[in-house]
């Protein structure tokens, strides 16, 4: 379960002057849900994550994961979230098979069971013939895969991907997305999912509940289909635009939040 | 899991990923262990050739015929009388005579023998080294000669020669074989110290510049590894791989010096596995300083690229600090002990003069590294937060 309250974030630009990256985000995700944070580029969505995975502090707001506080004991949260960050960067010179090793290791796991959860995650991500090959020739879509490997090699409870799906073919989005769904289910151990992105395609087919993010401030959330009722809309992409640019459009922003 | 086994499992994948960059550790394996032991045997080969020139018993003469008395005299000294190619000045210019050139001018000897005081060139080129080298020789074989003609004009005259030379001056060496050594295998530390730059500098930029650049440090700190850790398991790794070259760059003078072309330079350069291990001990503070100068340096910059303009600074001021020595003619001041890679330039020079190596200068080095090392890697840890997400 993932919990962020009320955070912001303001960061010193040139000049003396500061942006506000986020106001006021709040996102609740319970364990065995898909919680997209739907926003447009340059909404927040990456500072709430990075804020979520202890790398920037935030200026006010909490951060819950499993009932742990972020701000106090990071790394007891670290220890319960798998996280694929915005930056995926890989060890060139390893194998994929070392690569998800040495994050586990990272993560407390002993040689042999780091080693186990790497086959078992080859086999769920399909990375099996890629395993003993050094990363540097891999393709976008195997660059992924073995970061998510890498990110669920502990086997974490909470899983915090952001946008996970960029730069991704739709047969690898398709691949991902099933692999989420599972990882949704109870066979797949109902973890708890927070996914970040701007398609709204994706969190159509894929989110249980959203929060929609702009200018760094959650705008609205709940399911696709409370929203599409809240908006007055029949098509997601209607009212996503209706909630995330009500500025830009001339529209007042006075929606509230549904859920 | 404790923080030092997670040190160890950084440690162990940043060298094995830093020992997989087969083609940079080729490149500084040629550079920093190879070019030190090739230099030396090349300077040995040019002061075997300055040998064999000074031991040479010949000479280069034009017009011998002038002076059967000189070679009678020359011919006693068991030097051979060579005469001069017809061109000699040409071929002094050109370098393809690499000796001086003795001129006598006709009617010599009666002008001797009358007391005329009769005029001898020796020609050389000052731009010709080995002919120069050699003008020294033959003007003392001269000088020898109007010794020996005085001391008989002198004797036919019933005055001792002892009256032309009141004093007898003897010469005495206070340096010991491997201080003259010295001299010339002085450039050896420099070597050194740049084996320790250039082992360190690549993995120092790559774990974490490079790190930055790949988008694989945000990654890493989502891990709940504390970051001294992190830190402390990249620094152990490029001082590892520092210390590794710098033991390669040691280890190969010792059969560098087999190869030794110059007889005297085998005799006085005495490097063996006791000054070996002594250079290793010196580097290691200084391997264990540069290598966390260096990440702080790179942490702050976005790319590889940019870290490698950046750390220029502290590749220059280590190679450049060892040439203080040069200018400073008034030997070792107080305050070389202070400098990281002077100090160790200047233990390493006493190592190769066999001199005994003491106990402050080294403890102030110590000191001075530890405390250079720890500050850059707290720095690196403070910086590695921010630098995850710029």
């Known amino acids: 379960m993932i919990r962020i309250d009320h955070v912001a974030k303001c960061f010193a630009a040139a000049r003396g002057r500061s942006v506000q990256a986020v106001a006021d985000v709040h996102l609740h995700a319970p364990d065995g849900c898909i919680t997209g944070l739907l926003g447009p580029n340059g909404a927040g969505k990456t500072t709430t994550l990075r804020m979520l995975a202890g790398l920037i502090t935030p200026d006010a707001g909490r951060l819950e994961v499993d009932g742990l506080d972020v701000a106090t004991q990071p790394r007891a949260a670290l220890a319960r979230m798998g996280v694929l960050a915005d930056a995926r960067g890989l060890s060139l010179r390893l194998s994929a098979r070392e690569n998800i090793v040495y994050y586990g290791r990272l993560q407390g796991l002993s040689r042999d069971a780091a080693h186990a959860r790497a086959d078992a995650l080859a086999e769920s991500l399909d990375l099996k013939p890629l395993m003993e090959r050094r990363t540097d020739g891999f393709s976008q879509g195997e660059r992924m895969k073995t970061a998510l490997a890498r990110a669920l090699v502990h086997d974490p409870a909470n899983i915090v991907l952001d946008e996970p799906t960029n730069g991704l073919d739709v047969l690898a989005t398709r691949a991902l997305r099933e692999v989420l769904r599972h990882l949704r289910s109870p066979a797949g151990g109902g973890k708890c999912i927070v996914f970040s992105t701007h398609i709204m395609q994706e969190v159509e087919r894929l989110c249980d509940s959203v929060s929609v993010v702009a200018h760094g401030r959650t705008v609205a959330s709940g399911t696709v289909g409370e929203l599409l009722a809240q908006t007055g809309e029949q098509d997601f992409e209607e009212a996503f635009v209706k909630l995330a640019f009500a500025e830009e459009i001339g529209r007042p922003a006075s929606l509230g939040t549904a859920a | ?390």
């Open chain 2, 1 to 390: 899991m404790s923080g030092l086994s997670l040190l160890a499992i950084v440690l162990r994948k940043e060298l094995a990923d830093a020992l997989r960059d087969r083609r940079t550790l080729i490149v500084v394996l040629v550079s920093s262990v190879l070019l030190g032991p090739l230099l030396l045997v090349a300077l040995s080969g040019l002061i075997a050739t300055l040998e064999a020139q000074a031991e040479k018993r010949e000479v280069v003469v034009s017009g011998i015929e002038h002076a059967p008395a000189l070679r009678n005299f020359i011919e006693r000294q068991s030097y051979a009388v060579t005469p001069a190619p017809a061109d000699y000045e040409a071929k002094l210019r050109s370098q393809k005579l690499g000796d001086p050139v003795l001129v006598i001018p006709p009617g010599f000897e009666a002008a001797l023998v009358r007391g005329e005081q009769p005029v001898l060139q020796v020609v050389s080129d000052t731009g010709n080294k080995a002919a120069e080298a050699g003008a020294g020789r033959v003007q003392r074989l001269l000088a020898a000669y109007m010794r020996e003609r005085s001391a008989l004009s002198l004797a036919l005259r019933g005055v001792s020669p002892q009256l032309l030379e009141p004093m007898q001056v003897e010469e005495h060496d206070l340096a010991s074989a491997q201080g003259r050594a010295a001299q010339l295998t002085g450039m050896l530390p420099f070597f050194v110290i740049m084996a320790v730059v250039y082992g360190a500098l690549n993995a120092a930029l790559d774990t974490t510049a490079g790190e930055r650049e790949r988008g694989s440090l945000e990654p890493l700190l989502a891990n709940p590894a504390p970051r001294w850790a992190l830190v402390g398991g990249k620094w152990g790794a490029v001082f590892a791989l520092a210390m590794l070259i710098a033991v390669l760059c040691c280890l190969s003078f010792l059969p560098a010096q087999w190869l030794l072309r110059s007889d005297t330079l085998q005799a006085m350069f005495q490097f063996g596995w006791v000054e070996a291990l002594r250079f290793i001990a010196v580097l290691l503070p200084l391997a264990a300083a540069l290598s966390a100068v260096l990440m702080a340096v790179a942490i702050r910059c976005k790319t590889f690229k940019e870290a490698q303009a950046n750390s220029t600074v502290v590749v220059l001021a280590a190679s450049l600090l060892p040439l203080m020595t040069l200018f400073n003619q008034g030997g070792e001041a107080w305050w070389h002990a202070w400098v990281p890679g002077l100090a160790q330039f200047t233990l390493m020079t006493r190592v190769l003069k066999g001199e005994a190596l003491a106990a402050q200068p080294i403890a102030i080095s110590l000191g001075v590294c530890s405390v250079l090392t720890v500050v850059s890697v707290v720095f690196v840890a403070r910086h590695l937060r921010a630098a995850a997400v710029r």
